[in-house]
């Protein structure tokens, strides 16, 4: 079966139609929550301990989810603090994770769309884990550039995924979680040349790519601290994605 045919079969179950949906309701919402939370927080854990965020002050964790992210960094950066953008209905379940853990003076909740609403603002990073995974690239360049647009120069932006290989069929797990992705999502897997691609498009620089924990990677990019560098990259990364 083509891979398309198959997307829209499952698409009955995607969970992208719930994040589409106009209102997610309160049972699929904890089912989900609680379920990301489990595959998710040993991960945050181990970011935290392995990757280095002191230069982060205030963090915005788009389609944060239970928080867990928000949550580890707290723990681990005593003067960080953290914002987590999410879906209403997931966003009261976020705040009782972040209240669990005594840090709802350190991270707050927004109940908000990530795509229609005005981003908060006073951020100097921005944070993405499994999100950029549920969509197709045209909808990813939409955050990065919405990403962009609300850091400050010199602000950074982090992006936490599962990588393939550049040549797609490996390593094992990322390739059968991809496999899962492609199934119940509008998305998949990317590969490290393709979001660093994707990034410098949107107009980030110093892109770098580092395992992190278990099967994760994180992908580090800077705002310019110049408008102009920032103009002129981004110009140069679209004539070269059309030369492709
Ligand atoms: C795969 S989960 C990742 C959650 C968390 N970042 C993690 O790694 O555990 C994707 C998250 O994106 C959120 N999301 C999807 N569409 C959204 C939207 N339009 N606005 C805000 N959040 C959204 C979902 O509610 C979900 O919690």
Not at 13 to 28: C, E, G, I, Q, V
Not at 48 to 68: I, P, Q, Y
Not at 138 to 166: K, N, Q
């Amino acid at each position: 079966m083509p891979s398309e045919a198959k997307r829209s079969k499952a698409s009955e179950k995607s969970l992208t139609r719930w994040w589409k949906a106009p209102k997610l309701d309160r049972a699929t919402a904890k089912l989900v929550t609680e379920h990301m939370h489990a595959y998710s927080f040993p991960a945050a854990m181990g970011l935290v301990r392995w990757a280095d965020f002191r230069a982060v002050r205030r963090l915005l964790d788009v389609g944060g989810g239970s928080g867990c992210f928000s949550i580890a960094l707290a723990l681990r950066y005593p003067k960080v603090h953290c914002t987590i953008l999410e879906l209403p209905a997931i966003s009261r379940l976020s705040a009782r994770y972040v209240d669990q853990y005594e840090l709802e003076h350190r991270i707050d909740t927004r109940p908000m769309n990530m795509f229609k609403d005005a981003w908060p603002e006073g951020h100097d990073a921005v944070f993405f884990s499994n999100v950029f995974h549920d969509w197709d690239r045209a909808t990813c360049a939409f955050l990065g550039r919405r990403s962009f647009d609300a850091l400050p120069a010199g602000g950074r932006l982090y992006v936490h995924e599962i990588l393939l290989a550049d040549s797609k069929d490996g390593p094992l797990a990322a390739a059968s979680f991809s496999m899962n992705i492609l199934l119940t999502t509008d998305g998949q897997q990317f590969t490290s040349e393709e979001l660093e691609d994707l990034l410098q498009e949107c107009g980030f620089v110093d892109v770098s790519v580092a395992h992190s924990y278990g099967y994760f990677s994180l992908v580090s990019a800077r705002k310019p601290f110049t408008a102009r560098s920032s103009r002129l990259r981004r110009r140069r990364a679209t004539r070269q994605q059309a030369a492709v």
